[in-house]
């Protein structure tokens, strides 16, 4: 089974200090390759699907926080606050509290709804010592958050569309999810008192579901203080289920903090939040993207995509002008030479690669010789084709390491 917390640190993904504190782990240069890859990807797919991006700061005031309802149901997981200037501020423990302000500071007409606002935005939350591993709980964690801000009218198509985005990530990105879960309150939690936002709520979600034509199970006690949610779950390889990506219909928000719109009869209406988070917060998606690929990632993932292999030092200068190639053309790629063992040794350290280019006396002065992660061996070809080639699969973030063409 493959464990991230030791992968990760094998693959020199990222690791941890005791002097940065638990629960806070860093970067290193190969998994900051593959979360940029991620955040690229997601960006990506959510402005072809109508979204605007925003940036808003880590903190904000304490009465922000009480305002939003996040002090009252859910300062247990805040950090305390801190004295700033005569007031108290906050580490942010949601994006969702911000995003309402940003729609609040502009007049906004029906004809504008629905409105989809998105954001790469880190939020942290004071987890217990116990709890924390790897990067699976955090302290500080970098989510993909968005909201929509629509009319009661188009709640349902928006919250459809989002999970739609959801299973569509799942598929680029190889993973599965174990089950569905539609969260509901339960008895003794901290929820907003509000039973008829509850049920349309819900009753928003299980439509969606149902129309999703995906099993679902629902669960009480998991809702968010606000309202229900659908919870797409993953399982790790010893079968612990997490959340990774959630929908939420939210009609507490927008009366806390005034929001509205302008109707077609001119008069002012309360907008509805829909919450969704395509691959939830970037360190729990790639703790399970190394698990479900034991760091063989898909190529457009993959921290090094081509490697270089120059058979002698004879071969070191067309190796290295293979990789600024690779640069240029948007690729990233490494030499491994002579220096570093033989060429069998190198093939084995660089197995994880999905491509390896073989530089020999063999090969013409623009040819490799290419080999496949997975044991193809394509065998010589030129490196303006090679690289086209690569490039296509990488842009189409393709599950095969070769198109069709190929």
Known sequence: MHDHRRLGRELDLFDTDPLMGAGLPYWLPDGA????????????T?????????YSPVLGKRELYEMSGHWSHYSDDMFPPMDLGGEQVVLRPSLCPHHALVYRSRAHSYRELPLRMAELGAMYRSEPSGVLGGLTR?????????????TPDQVAEEADAALGLIRRAYEVMGVRAARFRLSLPGPGGKYVADPELWRRSAAVLREVLDRAEVAYEAVEGEAAFYGPKIDVQVADPAGRE???????????????????????????????????????SLERAVAHLIEVH???????????QLVALPVSDAEAERAAALVRRCLDEGLRAQVAG?????????????RLVPYQAVIGPKEGADEISLRLRDGRRPGT??????????????????ADLLDEAA
């Open 33 to 44: 390759a593959v979360r940029h890859a991620l955040e690229e990807y997601v960006r990506d």
């Open 46 to 54: 959510e402005r072809r699907a109508g979204y605007r991006h925003v």
């Open 138 to 150: 955090v302290r500080a964690i970098q989510l993909n958050d968005a909201h929509i801000f629509c």
């Open 242 to 280: 997490s959340t990774l990506s959630t929908v939420q219909v939210d009609f507490h928000q927008p009366e806390r903090f005034g929001l509205h719109y302008t109707g077609p009869d001119g008069a002012k209406h309360r907008p509805v939040m829909v919450h969704r988070s395509v691959i939830g």
């Open 294 to 304: 034991g760091g063989a990632f898909p190529a457009w993932l993959a921290p090094t």
């Open 338 to 350: 002579p220096e570093q063992g033989t060429l069998a040794a190198r093939v084995r350290a660089h």
């Open 381 to 398: 070809r030129q490196v303006g084709e090679v690289l086209s080639r690569l490039r296509r699969v990488v842009d189409a973030r393709a």
